[in-house]
């Protein structure tokens, strides 16, 4: 008779293996064979993937709902571009200048939703991401203004450098996910977003809980804004607005909030997004948007947990047939 753990390990070897398999193998590929078209688009895939898994961390095990998210996202891009063009730092001290000041920003919010949650939490956020959107628009000296800044020509990288730069921090951002989601402090995080209630009566500590969140999860985001800043060797306000915020959600709610798969499985709309902008003339290329609310109403109506309830209810159905097996078997 076998186990229950060797039918699990039988049911996560059918689909998800075989899923493992096939992104491995068409990464390896990608640099070999893609365009520069495609590299782009891989590129831009798994800096969502970054992004999902940094908003998945926050609010899918925390419970935080982060409206702003690419607040994180765009202070990274600041960090390193002004380190670097303004004060001719090397990339490293860019990239720890990006997550000190991630650090400090995510602080702030941590403490604010230590004390408030719901409408006032997001309210608090899109006050403070609304200020730093304007700092970044009116230190010109600093920032660039409108314009932004351009990164100097000597850390320009070929297209795939860039790529297994992003292929690296997409894994090693997913392996920390996965290892936070199953470790104790994701247990606590869990705790958290279902009852902070009854976990502030049995003695948790509710803020610092949810300041370790913000913190983590801020840093997740900028190491995806640093690697943006030299991926298009510049930056501008635009990497606060409200459409790559709305986008990194879409893409775990579409994936599978919660999950170590959601930000993987839901990278794939940004691919469509991309195909379809670069297939669309230029003029049209902002109404791709309606494909995402198209896709997300669709994915709301039938399947609400997301693209990775799909790969669940396939691998229950082999688990269901393996046991049909071992019993007639018997």
Known sequence: MRSDNLLRRERLLHPLTAVSLALVILAAFVPIFGDRLMMN????????????????????????????HALFFGLGVYGM????????????????????INIVMSAIVGMIGSKLSGLYF?????????????????LFPLTGGVTGLSMPREYLMDKSTLYW??????????????????SRMGTMFVALK???????????????????????SASMASLA?????????????????????????IVVI?????????????????????????????TMAPFSVIIYALVLIIMAIRHPEGLISIGRSIGLKLEGKSMKKVSISK
Request: net charge positive.
């Open 122 to 138: 997001v309210m608090a956020q899109v006050g403070l991401s609304q200020t730093i959107y304007t700092l970044s628009i009116q």
């Open 165 to 182: 730069i992003a292929l690296i921090l997409a894994i090693l951002t997913t392996l920390a996910f996965a290892f936070i989601r199953k």
């Open 254 to 282: 579409v994936g599978g909030i919660g999950s170590v798969w959601g930000p993987i499985v839901g990278s794939s709309l940004v691919v469509m997004d991309e195909l379809i902008r670069g297939i669309m003339p230029t």
């Open 41 to 68: 688009i891989a590129i831009m895939a798994m800096i969502y993937i970054i992004l999902g898994h940094s908003w998945n961390l926050l609010t899918g095990l925390a419970g935080m709902f982060s409206i702003t």
């Open 81 to 100: 571009s002004i380190s670097v063009a303004k004060f001719h730092l090397p990339i490293i001290a860019g990239l720890l200048v990006g997550l000190l």
């Open 194 to 216: 279902e009852n902070p209630d009854l976990s502030l009566s049995l003695g948790s500590n509710v803020g610092k809980w949810r300041i370790m969140a913000t913190v983590m």
């Open 225 to 249: 804004g640093s690697f943006y800043a030299l991926f298009m060797m510049s930056n501008n306000p635009e990497v606060f607005s409200m459409v790559i915020s709305l986008k990194i959600i």
